[in-house]
């Protein structure tokens, strides 16, 4: 597993991590889409899951925060920043959790990259205390 870098503010724990399946499939995807990036949106359609989209195609602005950045390089590899975003009104309801994207078999959204593969990105979560 990996944890993102700490990106917001004030912060010193990382608040999203990755399991070595979701690295070993977001890598692979890389490889077919080139840079990536993650969404979790608050909406209705599929909102439970992290939404994986080639970098830049889901435009984001201060309606959303960005929780971490992964470096999904293998060892020796430049690096290969993976942003990870969050509405700001989900992050409302969420930020005393700590996310881990994993993998499931199962058809993700259609818009989501790794749909066609036959299996879906999930989050897990636990609490945390990020105020101390």
Known sequence: ????????DGETTSRV????TAVDLVRMLWGKHGPLMFHQSGG???GSSPMCY???DL???DADVLLGRFDVAPDGEPAQPVDFWMSREQFAHWRHTHLT???VPGRGSGFSVEAPEGVRFLVRSRL?????
């Not at 944890?3 to 917001?8: L, N, Q, R």
């Not at 991590?17 to 070595?20: D, R």
């Not at 945390?128 to 101390?132: A, I, R, S, Y």
């Open 1 to 8: 597993m990996i944890e993102a870098e700490v990106v917001i």
């Open 17 to 20: 991590a990755l399991t070595q």
């Open 44 to 46: 209705c359609c599929d």
């Open 54 to 56: 080639p970098a830049g």
């Open 59 to 61: 435009i984001t602005s």
């Open 101 to 103: 994207v994993d993998v």
């Open 128 to 132: 945390v205390d990020q105020d101390g």
